[in-house]
């Protein structure tokens, strides 16, 4: 009579180990991370939260398990028109999408701890800085031919290098991040938008005329190609000249040459992105990685296409192309409900909008360190904050300035020993490279 139970549980167990190993596959049990049964219930923790928050706040929107604890498929109810067509291959956007809940909360965590602005610090630290990446970050003149003339390619980024970032993280308490949608003329959100300790806005969004629906603080814009070859058009929106221009693409000449003659004023920055692969690209999301850098809460309006929309549309010009709205839309529920977002719409006007069931800050933490052994990722899973580190410089510029810097930031740089970290390109590992103090003895 007991040999059935056990048996039951012989072969309960090794069906388990099996589905495990289906899962995670058999180098994550023998290699040197191990995934624990704790790192495992984090993970369904996470996903069940993060189910129930995506019901909660995603007007119409459902999260569906995937094949194992890291996808997620977020459908849009099924009566959604999509409006936007692939130009291409001239097929409508689909009404679901997938996305890879551990790869989010372990990348997003690290956007919050590293530098977005590209300096020369970083270029000089990284293997080959100059002739690979910083060649690539300005408009490929045949005579700079991969930076043999490093003084020439110096010349040309002069103008928007600085030597050490100019922002630290959570230097700021609560940002907004606004978006273009036309939907924004539908609430008049101004007010409540001026009230952010700093506002970042896109291209070449207008504030005057619109003050009442957009507000009109801007503290940061970041700008895309087209919009940083108009860069003279896009400062003159701005009558204070303080606003601080970041430039998410290549520099031009035409764009140096205007910082030099016109001259432009504001401080201008290259930014040096996280890459999120294919899932996520466009404006948007840069002015979000952008904000949640420097950012302790980041609140988004006007980029919503919440249900019943008709097109995608500006709310200072004619409609126009835009693209993947509902892919968009499906990628900013995610990040509200892994708590790096508050969403602002029409339909979600109430400001003091609680974001219900959002994973907690306990989860949260598990399940990205979970993440990070799973993915195999730098330092997954140590203490040490440094940890993450895959390719360290040291300076003795002296320590990061910290007068006048919020509480928040400077327990921040206290607890990274006042390391600058930047994120690395997916080919070097996914670590980062950190930029330590000369003096730090350890
Ligand atoms: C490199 O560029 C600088 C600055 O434009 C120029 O003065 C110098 O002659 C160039 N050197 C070579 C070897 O072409
Ligand atoms: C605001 O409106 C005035 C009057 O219609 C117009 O001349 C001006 O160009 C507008 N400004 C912007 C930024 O659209
Ligand atoms: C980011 O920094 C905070 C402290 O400000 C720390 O608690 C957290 O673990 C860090 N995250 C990563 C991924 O290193």
């Known amino acids: 009579m007991r040999i059935l139970p056990l048996g039951l549980v012989v072969a309960l167990t090794a069906g388990i180990y099996a589905i495990f190993i289906y899962l995670f596959g058999l180098s994550a049990l023998n290699g040197k991370v191990r995934v624990s049964d704790e790192d495992v219930s984090a993970l369904f923790a996470l996903q069940a939260g993060f189910q129930k928050c995506v019901s909660a706040n995603g007007l119409g929107l459902q999260a569906l398990t995937g094949k194992d604890y890291c996808q997620v498929t977020i459908k849009f109810p099924s009566d959604t028109l999509p409006m936007w067509r692939d130009p291409k291959s001239g097929e409508l956007e689909g009404l679901s999408f997938d996305f890879n809940l551990c ?13 977005t602005i590209l300096t020369k610090e970083f ?26 003339n490093r003084t020439l390619c110096m010349e040309k980024l002069a103008l928007v290098l600085p030597e050490t970032p100019p922002l630290v993280p959570r230097q700021y308490g609560r940002c907004a991040v606004i978006g273009n949608s036309g939907d924004l003329l539908k609430t008049n959100f101004g007010e409540e938008i001026d009230n952010y300790d700093a506002v970042i806005r896109e291209n070449g969004a207008p504030v005057q005329n619109y003050t009442k629906y957009v507000g009109k603080k801007c503290t940061f814009r970041l700008l895309n190609r087209g919009s940083a070859k108009a860069l003279d058009k896009v400062a003159e929106l701005d009558e204070t000249g303080r606003e601080v221009l970041i430039i998410k693409t290549t520099v031009h000449d035409i764009m140096s040459k205007m910082i030099r003659e016109v001259p432009i004023h504001n401080p201008v920055y290259l930014m040096l992105g996280t890459s999120f692969g294919s899932a996520a690209k466009g404006t948007g999301l840069k002015a979000l990685e952008f904000a949640l850098s420097i950012c302790e809460s980041v609140d988004m309006y006007g980029f919503t296409v919440d249900p019943g929309y008709k097109e995608w549309t500006r709310y200072f010009s004619e409609s126009r192309q835009g693209h993947t709205p509902l892919h968009g839309r499906a990628y900013y529920q995610m990040m509200e409900c892994l708590g790096l977002i508050k969403i602002h719409s ?34 997954a899973g140590t203490m040490d904050p440094l940890g993450a580190c895959s390719i360290i410089k040291k300076h003795d510029k002296g320590k990061t300035k910290v007068t006048g810097l919020r509480k928040a930031a ?13 994120p690395l390109e997916h080919s070097l590992g996914d670590g980062m490279l950190c930029s330590i103090p000369g003096d730090l003895n350890s």
């Not at 790869?103 to 530098?115: F, G, I, K, L």
């Not at 979600?348 to 989860?363: G, L």
């Not at 052994?373 to 330092?379: A, M, N, S, T, Y």
């Not at 400077?410 to 930047?422: F, P, R």
Request: charged fraction near 25%; hydrophobic fraction near 40%.
């Open 346 to 379: 029409p339909m979600r006007a109430d400001f003091s909008r609680v974001v219900n069931w959002v994973p907690s800050q306990s989860i949260l933490r598990a399940a990205r360190i979970a993440s990070e052994k799973l993915l195999r990722r730098v330092g």
């Open 410 to 422: 400077i327990e921040h740089l206290k607890y990274v020993k006042g390391t600058t970290m930047y």
């Open 103 to 115: 790869e989010a909360v372990a990348t997003w965590e690290q956007v919050r701890n590293s530098t």
């Open 123 to 148: 270029i000089d630290a990284l293997p080959n800085g100059w002739e690979e990446y910083a060649w690539r970050r300005i408009n490929k003149g045949v005579l700079l031919n991969q930076c043999k």
